[in-house]
């Protein structure tokens, strides 16, 4: 039995001297002090929080999904432990069919030995059946679906593909919402130029959350609402969100709260491989990634992708839109698991899987714990 002390946030409820007790994998107590023979840690004023769950990552660190090296995977899963993170869908990208073959093998190959780090709950394949008005930093290697192809990746995910992030409006695009639905594969619209009227098929379909909100995306116009109207009206669709404050404005990102529901957003961090390396230059796969405070771009001035960790999504939520931190906390920890189906993650209740993560007051991590057993100490 371990019992661990500070500000709990479950995130349904908040104990300021709160109490934390779990054995082996299952938390047994939550709730404020009371006696125990155990030896408890004291955290003080840190905040301690469910492990955040991160679906949306492609790399960090100098590591990425799509990397050939066998261990890619454990690296990633071991980085995302400084952030926060306690699980995670290890994210493929647009690339030719054999190579996101093989990524979804990798993948599928580090769920089922394990990783050192945050647990990989699955796989999600952003592209390529997206819309080339709409490719941002993605690679020329968009194709439309077909259900070969699809049954391809379900094959040989064995279960694992987990979510397929697709422009539902591109030729047999519905159809492939349809086939990935029946197989138990959740489906997201991004990189998309679907129109209002387009999206609400795509929803009627089966679509259920929308990629990085805003981003990749035809925007949002008062006679044209296209699907950004779209997933903000439809009270069953979520959506992601990459709160660095660079893809969305602060104040865009506190309105996309208000309009769908602190239920309904997602914080994720799209992160990419240069994440947390020094500023400068980066050259991977012959392609340069310009990192300069946080913001990753393409040298021809296209927003890469991310660099940030949930806990700063988190942080960014409440310094910088005014989010209540519970919400903010929510938005990264059950929101993501209740769309995943994850019934016994994403909260700190009774008999919920022991995924914790905790903060300082600078959303800074101090310890990370995966289903029991911590996985990242802050050194000193």
């Not at 116009?221 to 109207?229: A, K, S």
Request: glycine share 10%; proline share 3%.
């Amino acid at each position: 039995m371990r019992i661990l002390r500070g500000k709990i946030i479950t995130p349904y409820q908040v104990f300021e001297e709160g109490q934390i007790e779990f054995q082996k994998s299952k938390i047994r107590y939550v709730g404020k002090h009371r006696a125990s023979e155990a030896e408890i840690t004291d955290y003080g004023n840190a905040w301690i929080l469910p492990g955040f769950i991160d679906i949306h990552v492609h790399g960090l660190a100098g590591y990425d999904a799509m990397d050939q090296e066998p261990d890619c995977i454990n690296h990633i899963s071991e980085h995302l432990t400084k952030k926060g993170v306690t699980g995670f869908l290890a994210t493929a990208q647009t690339a030719p069919h054999e190579e996101i073959l093989d990524a979804l093998k990798r993948i599928r190959q580090a769920k089922d030995h394990g990783v050192q780090g945050a647990k990989v709950l699955g796989s999600h394949l952003e592209g390529p059946y997206i819309n080339h008005k709409r490719i941002g930093a993605q690679q020329e290697y968009i194709r439309k679906p077909t259900i070969e192809e699809l049954k391809d990746l379900i094959n040989v995910s064995a279960g694992n593909l987990k979510l397929v992030t697709l422009a539902p409006e591109v030729e047999n695009g519905l159809e492939a919402v349809r086939y990935l639905r029946e197989n138990g594969v959740m489906v997201s619209a991004g990189h998309t130029d679907a129109s209002f009227a387009e999206a609400n098929a795509a929803f009627e379909a089966g679509v259920s959350l929308l990629g990085h909100l805003w981003n990749g995306m035809r925007g949002l116009h008062h006679r044209e609402p296209g699907v950004v109207g779209a997933a903000l009206e439809d009270e069953n669709v979520m959506v992601e969100l990459i709160a660095d404050c660079h893809h969305v404005h602060p104040a865009v990102l506190g309105l996309s709260v208000k309009l769908k529901g602190v239920d309904n957003v997602v914080l994720v961090s799209d992160s990419i491989k240069p994440a947390g390396l020094s500023d400068g230059t980066h050259v991977f796969d012959g392609r340069s990634f310009i990192l300069e405070d946080g913001f990753i771009k393409l040298d021809s001035g296209v927003i890469a992708g991310s660099s940030i960790g949930l806990n700063q999504a988190v942080q960014n939520m409440v310094e910088k839109v005014g989010v209540a931190l519970p919400h903010a906390v929510q938005m990264a920890t059950d929101n993501p698991a209740r769309l995943l189906g994850l019934n016994l993650k994403g909260r700190l209740d009774v008999g919920y899987v022991a995924d914790i993560a905790i903060l300082d007051d600078g959303f800074n991590v101090i310890e990370t714990i995966v289903e029991g057993k911590t996985v990242y100490r802050e050194e000193g």
